[in-house]
């Protein structure tokens, strides 16, 4: 079976609808999400009397729905990277195990007898 590769129009057509779908997806429920918290902190800040009491925890809740609003909408934001605008990928190096690093084995070019 053969599997084709897609070119670069079907690929820069598939990178087009991820954005959207990424953007639609975070972006509207972040901004969503924002909102309630931005609701709930208000009216959690009118219900509170005391600085330690039990209604300070719906505050907390408001802001913790604000943080996660603004993280979810600035992912909705961000723009996949194509593959062609990363930089290529330099030689890769062979591995060695931290044993032999610690130990300071297989570092000498001479053969084992």
């Known amino acids: 079976m053969d ?5 670069s129009a079907s690929r820069a057509g598939l990178i087009t609808t991820a954005r959207r779908w990424k953007r639609a997806r975070y972006l509207g429920s972040g901004l969503l999400i924002l909102l309630i918290g931005i609701v709930i902190l208000l009216i959690g800040l009118s219900i509170v009397k ?5 209604e300070s925890l719906v505050v907390g809740f408001g802001v913790l729905l604000i943080i996660v609003g603004l993280l979810r909408s600035f992912i909705g934001l961000i723009t996949p990277a194509l593959s062609s605008d990363l930089p290529p990928k330099e030689a890769v190096l062979p591995q ?3 044993t032999d690093v610690l130990f300071g084995r297989g570092n000498d070019t001479s053969s084992e007898e």
Do not use: G
Not at 3 to 7: A, E, G, H, L, N
């Open 50 to 54: 005391q600085a330690y009491s039990k």
């Open 3 to 7: 599997i084709k590769q897609p070119d």
């Open 96 to 98: 060695r195990r931290l």
